[in-house]
């Protein structure tokens, strides 16, 4: 069955530091998603991505956040300089077409912040 | 703001009981309503999706209800097993792409 894949597991970066998660959606998929869940709190949506632009972002995603699409398989979110608060486990997900259709997830990168 | 509000924050029960989970919400605009099951660490699995004019929707041993009217919602378990032991999210989509997560229910199913 097909899946959502992420990379890397766990990243750990120093504060300042770039980093760029990386997510594989479902090849048919054309809907992709970022999320992220700080550790023992609810899920947050970041941003949503369709046609090889953002359709929608929530205040959390700010001018430090960036997503894109370098190739027909990867989905990538650029965090330009980490804070101790970007600590948390982010999620891709992805679907065929909006609507109530499926959204799959990922497994998550866990991204540690030091 | 919107919102969605989850209870109980946990839950514990025995092997083979059923249980019911309790979602409301204040979301617009309304676009659908989704349970998902999250083990720890992670992704979340879909259960189920609902639109405004579905009140039911059943997938195995879960069954979920929807009242637009009152914008609640709740996922009834039925015959509990040990691999039911999750976190349950009551997920509303609001518009087009945007959705807005509850802090969920915490289910604990003992032996």
């Known amino acids: 069955e097909p899946e959502v894949t992420q990379t890397p597991s766990h990243q750990v970066t120093q504060m300042g530091q770039e980093v760029i998660l990386r997510c594989v959606p479902i090849?048919?998929?054309?809907?992709f998603y970022w999320y992220r869940q700080i550790l023992g709190q609810k899920v947050e949506f970041l941003v949503s991505?369709?046609?090889?632009?953002?359709?929608?972002k929530s205040e959390i995603f700010d001018d430090q956040f960036s997503v894109e699409r370098p190739d027909g398989s990867n989905f990538t979110l650029k965090i330009r300089s980490t804070k101790l608060e970007d600590s948390a486990m982010y999620f891709c997900?992805?679907?065929?077409?909006?609507?109530?259709?499926?959204?799959?997830f990922g497994p998550g990168t866990r991204l540690t912040v030091t | 703001k919107n919102q969605v509000e989850q209870s109980p924050q946990s839950l514990i029960i025995l092997e083979g009981k059923n249980c019911t989970l309790q979602?409301?919400?204040?979301?617009?605009?309304?676009?659908?309503l989704r349970w998902y099951k999250q083990d720890t660490g992670r992704g979340p699995v879909s259960l189920t999706i609902?639109?405004?004019?579905?009140n039911t929707k059943s997938n195995g041993r879960y069954t979920a209800t929807l009242d637009a009217d009152t914008k609640q919602s709740s996922l009834h378990i039925t015959a509990s097993q040990l691999s039911d032991s999750a976190s349950y999210i009551c997920?509303?989509?609001?518009?087009?792409?945007?959705?807005?997560f509850g802090t969920g229910t915490r289910l604990k199913v003992l032996a």
């Open positions: 997900a992805s679907s065929e077409d909006t609507g109530s259709y499926e959204q799959y």
């Open positions: 090849s048919n998929h054309l809907y």
């Open positions: 991505f369709y046609n090889n632009e953002i359709s929608e």
């Open positions: 979602c409301n919400y204040t979301v617009s605009p309304f676009s659908n």
């Open positions: 609902m639109t405004f004019s579905e």
């Open positions: 997920v509303v989509k609001e518009g087009t792409y945007k959705y807005i």
